[in-house]
């Protein structure tokens, strides 16, 4: 499938196969390299943290391995279950996973579940992992978020902006004209994330600070910018990812006021 995308008040175009080459018969999408690329990248900045850190490098690598296929089972899972109606006519469909449908926050609670439980089962600094793996994780959303760009979705509605965005499928589906470029103000959001625990890591002041900053920061955004959506998954008519996104930033936000006062309670 071929997309047409297009920002006209800023004078750009693109015609953009969603395939990126063919292997056997079987397409390899620009979707899943751009995911795959923010993946690396993420995992190569946590490999030199490591190794800065005096963590043991092969800890990283084996986390990554559990953590990308359980991660993606759970991104699936959370996407089906608040989605269910489109797959309870054909559940083998819920196994189709290159028919599109994951959910970032499925991603998340996957690979923070596997990060625990290794940590805790070899006795590894929990807060220093979670620190690292913050930072390299927020990397890996702002590239993979570049992966909707392609796809032409994980847009919002009516917008009046120089960069609104048009999605003209070429199948001659429904187009998608002057729309807010959500995808790209959340790759913005997490980029500009990355940069602040950057420069904020070295003053943190316990283990675990720059993960809740992380789901702080990201909580927020992710709060502003679903509003914006126009494909939300819904509980009723909550935007789950706005939920999940206001009470994580709201405990997030806690965890820091409590445990700095505990901090300087013992000092």
Avoid at 163 to 177: F, I, K, L, N
Avoid at 238 to 264: D, F, G, M, N
Wanted: glycine share 10%; with cysteine.
């Amino acid at each position: 499938m071929t997309n047409r995308i297009s920002f006209p008040g800023l004078g750009l175009d693109f015609t953009i196969n969603r395939a990126a080459f063919t292997i056997g018969g079987v397409n390899i999408y620009w979707y899943g390299i751009i995911l795959a690329a923010g993946m690396m990248v993420g995992l190569f900045y946590a490999f030199r943290e490591f190794k800065k850190q005096g963590l043991k490098q092969d800890d990283a690598i084996n986390m990554f391995l559990i953590a990308v296929p359980v991660s993606i089972v759970c991104a699936r899972l959370y996407y089906v279950i608040f989605s269910f109606d489109m797959y309870r006519g054909d559940l083998l469909s819920v196994f189709d996973i290159r028919g599109g449908g994951i959910a970032v926050y499925g991603s998340f609670i996957g690979a923070a579940a596997v990060v625990i439980i290794y940590c805790l089962k070899k006795k590894i600094s929990l807060g220093k992992v979670l620190d690292i793996l913050a930072v390299g994780f927020l990397i890996g959303q702002a590239i993979g978020r570049w992966g909707n760009f392609v796809n032409g979705e994980a847009y919002g509605g009516p917008c009046s902006m120089p960069w609104a965005m048009t999605v003209a499928p070429t199948d001659g589906s429904a187009a998608a004209e002057s729309v807010h470029p959500t995808f790209l103000y959340e790759s913005l959001w997490d980029a500009l994330g990355v940069l602040l625990l950057l420069l904020y890591k070295r003053r943190k002041k316990f283990d675990g600070e720059v993960f809740c900053l992380y789901i702080l920061w990201y909580g927020i955004g992710r709060f502003w910018i679903e509003g914006m959506r126009t494909d939300s998954l819904y509980l009723g008519t909550i935007r789950i990812s706005q939920l999940v996104a206001l009470i994580s930033a709201i405990a997030a936000a806690a965890a820091i006021i409590i445990i700095r006062k505990k901090s300087k309670s013992k000092e």
